[in-house]
């Protein structure tokens, strides 16, 4: 028989080096995927805080709502220029007891 032909000389499952050198990568390789999994913990842990925080200001605005913007455009604020010097609740209390107190 030719050397390209013959089979390679394989080891012994069972000898004692062959089981410690794969106990040896088996070791690294689950030390590896731990690794792997605390990075991706705090990936998670990072990315939820993030929208948490987005969802948080998505919520609340700095800014004041337009003077006369949304207001005007569906009629709420249409009568105050009629009330002028009338406060909120003598307004609540002349629609109330239906007085025409406009004479």
Same mark, same amino acid.
């Given at each position: 028989? $030719?050397?390209?032909? &013959?089979?390679? @000389? *394989?080891?012994?499952? !069972?000898?004692? %080096?062959?089981? +410690? $050198?794969?106990?040896? &990568?088996?070791? @690294? *390789?689950?030390?590896? !995927?731990?690794? %792997?999994?605390? +990075? $991706?913990?705090k990936r998670i842990f990072e990315l939820e805080r993030k929208l948490a925080l987005r969802l948080q200001n998505s919520t609340t605005?700095?800014?004041?709502?337009?003077?006369?913007?949304?207001?005007?455009?569906?009629?709420?604020?249409?009568?105050?220029?009629?009330?002028?010097?009338?406060?909120?609740?003598?307004?609540?209390?002349?629609?109330?007891?239906?007085?025409?107190?406009?004479?």
């Amino acid at each position: 028989m $030719r050397a390209s032909h &013959r089979q390679p @000389r *394989e080891e012994d499952p !069972l000898k004692p %080096e062959r089981l +410690e $050198r794969e106990n040896e &990568r088996l070791s @690294r *390789e689950v030390e590896r !995927l731990r690794q %792997e999994l605390i +990075e $991706r913990d705090k990936r998670i842990f990072e990315l939820e805080r993030k929208l948490a925080l987005r969802l948080q200001n998505s919520t609340t605005t700095s800014k004041p709502p337009p003077r006369m913007g949304w207001r005007a455009s569906n009629g709420y604020g249409v009568g105050a220029a009629r009330r002028v010097g009338v406060n909120q609740a003598a307004s609540r209390v002349i629609a109330a007891t239906g007085v025409d107190w406009r004479r």
